[in-house]
């Protein structure tokens, strides 16, 4: 599965967007992009995964460059509960049995 | 609820002695993950099940730690002669084995080991 690259902390004041972004410059034509999200003291939290269209769910929208080797994670409008660790996860479909491989995440601090 | 539980939540030993975790998934769910996760890094695979079969072991898993999916349903995650080392946040997440759904898995809450 490809690397990712991602900032290690970001802050973002409640009710602006926030926009995490995420490298995998090594990507291959059958790797999917993955968001799971951890708050303190819980076990992560799926949120999203797209090929190479944008993608938006209720939570929150994937936008995947045309080359595929950067994404961002948008979350529209934050609130004090997004305060999170945002895992950015590139991996195929079908890997070895659909295990995940974290990287250390982006702290997002959402401030009042 | 009918989300992934474990138990105990939180687990305080003395080195050298063995420890279980249960995990019970969401109930359709065929695959079962045991992942390990400490302080400041991401969470790390251990081993997953397909049903009741053991179908990957990571090398992070000693001969000290066993897990068993007996009847397909729960799980145990037993450490044997615990080692401060050993101290972790023990992550089950359980997903349905099958198309675009199976990068999406529902984790636990976790429990949390302490080893003195």
């Known amino acids: 599965d490809a690397k990712t690259t991602q900032p290690p902390s970001m802050d973002c004041a409640e009710g602006r967007a926030a926009n995490l972004p995420c490298n995998h410059s090594t990507i291959s034509g059958n790797e999917y992009v993955y968001w799971y999200r951890q708050i303190h003291s819980q076990g992560p939290q799926y949120i999203i995964h797209?090929?190479?269209n944008n993608e938006t769910n209720e939570m929150a929208s994937l936008i995947i460059t045309e080359d595929r080797k950067s994404s961002t994670l948008i979350l529209p409008h934050a609130t004090l509960r997004d305060t999170a660790v945002y895992y950015c996860?590139?991996?195929?479909?079908?890997?070895?049995?659909?295990?995940?491989?974290f990287g250390q995440g982006t702290e997002l601090s959402v401030k009042p | 609820d009918t989300g992934v539980s474990q138990d105990p939540r939180h687990k305080i030993t003395k080195r050298g002695q063995n420890v279980t975790f249960r995990c019970d998934p969401i109930?359709?769910?065929?695959?079962l993950y045991w992942y390990r996760q400490t302080l400041g890094q991401g969470p790390e695979f251990l081993t997953y099940?397909?049903?009741?079969?053991?179908?990957?072991k990571s090398r992070l898993l000693s001969d000290r730690f066993s897990a068993e999916r007996p009847k397909g349903s729960f799980s145990t995650l037993e450490i044997q002669r615990t080692e401060q080392g050993d101290s972790a946040m023990y992550l089950c997440a359980s997903s349905l084995g099958s198309g675009r759904t199976l990068g999406e898995q529902f984790f636990g809450p976790g429990t949390r080991l302490t080893v003195l």
């Open positions: 109930s359709e769910h065929n695959r």
């Open positions: 099940f397909q049903n009741e079969a053991q179908l990957e």
């Open positions: 996860i590139v991996r195929v479909l079908y890997n070895q049995g659909g295990k995940l491989i």
């Open positions: 797209g090929l190479k």
